[in-house]
C-alpha cells in the first residue's frame, strides 16, 4: 500500500504538466506560461504529416504561432517592411534552413489573390488544384430578362400564361377581391388543372371562407378542383362545410326552378324562367335553362299565330287536319314535330320553321330526321319523305343516304302505312343482305326477297319462296323466269 502511494507521488511531480492546487501562483507570468504552451501545442495538429521534423517559424526568428511572434507581426505592420529581412533563422538545432527573404505573410497582395503564403494555411481550393495565384474577377450584374419573373406588373391573363410554362410569378400583388377573381377565371378558361389549384390555394389563403364559397358557386369548375384538393390533402373539416354549402345551394336553386311548375300563366311563366337564368347554376345547367326560356317564347309566337290562321280558316292544313291540343309548355321534340306537320314547307327566317328550330336548339341530324319522317309519314306526304333522304354529290349525282339507317325508315314508314312499292324502295337500300331480306319477307316485299336470292344465285330458296306467292301472279312469273336462265346458263 506505501509502495503504490509512493508511485503516485512520483508520478505527479514526475509529469509535466502538473496537478491542480489551491497553491498555485495566480499571476498574470503563470498565465502567459500556460497560453504559450497551449498555443504552441496547435504545431501539432496544423503541420503536415511530411513536416513533422520541421518547426514553422516566422522572418523575425519565433516559431509561428507563439505569443511573441504574434506580438512582432502585429507590431511589424507599422513598420518599415525592410526591417529584420536580412536575420538569419538560427535557432539551437542545426537542421534549420534558411529561407529567401520575403514580406510577411499578412499582406493587401495576398489578400486580394486570395491566397495565404502560409503552405499551412491553404484555402480549400488552392489545396485541390495546383494552379497559381488565382484571381477573382467582380460579379457581372444579371441581365435584366433574368428579372422579368419577378415582375409585379403582370395582368392576371399574363400571370396564368407564364404559370402554365412553368415561369415564377408571385400572387400577392393581386389584392383587391376583383383582381383575384379574374386571376381565377383566367386561370380556368387556360384549362391547366395545376394552374387552377395553384390559384386556388392562393385564394383559400387570402380570402374568408364565407367570400371564396360564395364566389365558387358560380364557378362550378373551380370548385370541382377546390374540392378534389381538399379530399387529397385530407382537410376534412373544410371540405364538410363546402360539400354541405353547395348542396343546400343546389337545393335551393332546384326548388325555385321548380316553381315554374306552378305558375299558370304563360307570361309569368316565361318572365320567371327569365329570371332563373341568373341563378347559380353550373354552365351546362344554365344553358339548358336558357334554352327552355327561348322555347318557352317561341311557343307563345307560333301558337297566337296558328290561332288565328286556324279561327280565320285561311289555312288548308289546319282544315284538314285540326289541332288537338296547344302547343305552349310541350317538349322540344313535340314543338318540332308540331313544326314539321303544320310549318315544314316555309323558310328559315321564320320562328315556326323546322330548320329554324334545328338551327337554334342545335338538335342533331338524328333526331330531327326521325321526327320529320315521322311527321311527313303521318301525312303521306311520300315526296318529302324522298327529298329527306336524297342527297348530291359535288359531281350532281343524286344518292340516298340516312344517318339513321334504312332498317328505322322502313319500321317507321311501315308504322304510317306506306304503300309496298314506297316500302320496297327503301328496303332496297338496307346493306345487310339478311336484314333486308327479313324486312322484305316481313312486309312482303316480294320483288325485293326474289331479286336478293337471284343475286345469291340461290336456286333451292328461290323455289321455296315460289310456294309463298300467289299461283299465277307476276312474283310467280317472275320467280320461274330466274329459274329457267340459271338452268340454261349451266349447260
Not at 460579379?139 to 400564361?161: G, I
Not at 340516312?402 to 311501315?414: M, N, S, T, Y
Not at 345487310?432 to 343475286?455: F, G, P, Q, S, W
Request: glycine share 4%; net charge neutral; hydrophobic share 35%.
Amino acid at each position: 500500500m506505501s509502495r503504490a502511494r509512493a508511485d503516485e507521488e512520483e508520478y505527479w511531480h514526475s509529469s509535466k504538466f502538473r496537478a491542480f492546487t489551491f497553491d498555485d501562483e495566480d499571476d498574470e507570468l503563470s498565465q502567459l506560461k500556460e497560453s504559450k504552451r497551449a498555443v504552441n501545442s496547435l504545431r501539432d495538429i496544423v503541420d503536415d504529416d511530411d513536416d513533422d521534423d520541421l518547426e514553422r517559424v516566422s522572418w523575425s526568428g519565433e516559431p509561428v504561432g507563439s505569443i511573441s511572434w504574434s506580438i512582432k507581426e502585429t507590431a511589424s505592420s507599422s513598420a518599415s517592411s525592410l526591417e529584420g529581412r536580412d536575420s538569419s533563422l538560427q535557432k539551437g538545432s542545426s537542421s534549420y534552413a534558411a529561407f529567401p527573404k520575403q514580406v510577411s505573410s499578412y499582406s493587401l497582395s495576398s489578400l486580394f489573390k486570395g491566397r495565404n503564403k502560409l503552405p499551412s494555411f491553404q484555402s480549400l481550393s488552392e489545396a485541390l488544384s495546383d494552379t497559381g495565384v488565382k484571381n477573382y474577377a467582380p460579379e457581372l450584374r444579371r441581365p435584366k430578362a433574368d428579372y422579368k419573373d419577378y415582375s409585379s406588373d403582370w395582368s392576371p391573363k399574363d400571370t396564368v400564361r407564364r404559370m402554365q410554362r412553368g415561369k415564377v410569378c408571385s400572387l400577392e400583388r393581386f389584392r383587391s377581391l376583383q383582381d383575384k377573381l379574374v386571376l381565377l377565371d383566367e386561370a380556368v378558361a387556360g384549362h391547366d388543372g395545376n394552374v387552377i389549384t395553384a390559384v386556388l390555394i392562393f385564394l383559400k389563403r387570402t380570402l374568408r371562407r364565407e367570400i371564396l364559397f360564395r364566389e365558387l358557386e358560380v364557378r362550378q369548375v373551380a370548385l370541382c378542383h377546390l374540392i378534389h384538393f381538399l379530399k387529397e390533402t385530407g382537410e376534412q373539416k373544410l371540405l364538410l362545410d363546402l360539400l354541405r354549402l353547395c348542396f343546400f345551394s343546389l337545393s335551393l336553386q332546384l326548388s325555385q326552378y321548380r316553381e315554374h311548375l306552378n305558375i299558370q300563366d304563360v307570361e309569368k311563366r316565361r318572365e320567371f324562367l327569365k329570371g332563373c337564368i341568373g341563378l347559380p347554376f353550373s354552365a351546362e345547367d344554365t344553358s339548358h335553362i336558357q334554352d327552355h326560356y327561348t322555347l318557352l317564347e317561341r311557343q307563345i309566337i307560333i301558337e297566337a299565330n296558328d290561332r288565328h290562321l286556324e279561327s280565320a280558316g285561311q289555312s288548308e292544313i289546319f282544315r284538314k287536319y285540326p289541332r288537338k291540343a296547344s302547343i305552349l309548355n310541350m317538349p322540344l321534340v313535340t314543338t318540332l314535330f308540331y313544326s314539321c306537320f303544320y310549318h315544314y314547307t316555309e323558310a328559315e327566317g321564320t320562328f315556326s320553321s323546322p330548320t329554324n328550330l334545328k338551327k337554334t336548339f342545335k338538335i342533331p341530324d338524328k333526331q330531327y330526321v326521325l321526327t320529320a319522317l315521322a311527321a311527313r309519314a303521318k301525312l303521306r306526304a311520300w315526296d318529302d319523305v324522298d327529298a329527306l333522304f336524297t342527297t348530291k354529290n359535288w359531281l350532281g349525282y343524286t344518292k340516298k343516304k340516312a344517318p339513321i339507317g334504312f332498317h328505322r325508315v322502313v319500321e317507321i314508314l311501315q308504322r304510317n302505312n306506306a304503300p309496298v312499292q314506297v316500302l320496297q324502295e327503301y328496303v332496297r337500300l338496307v346493306e345487310d343482305v339478311e336484314t333486308r331480306l327479313n324486312l322484305a319477307t316481313k312486309y312482303k316485299c316480294h320483288d325485293v326477297v326474289i331479286e336478293t336470292y337471284r343475286d345469291l344465285k340461290d336456286r333451292i330458296q328461290l323455289t321455296a319462296y315460289k310456294c309463298k306467292v300467289e299461283r299465277g301472279s307476276a312474283e310467280e312469273e317472275k320467280i320461274n323466269s330466274i329459274l329457267n336462265n340459271m338452268v340454261r346458263n349451266t349447260y
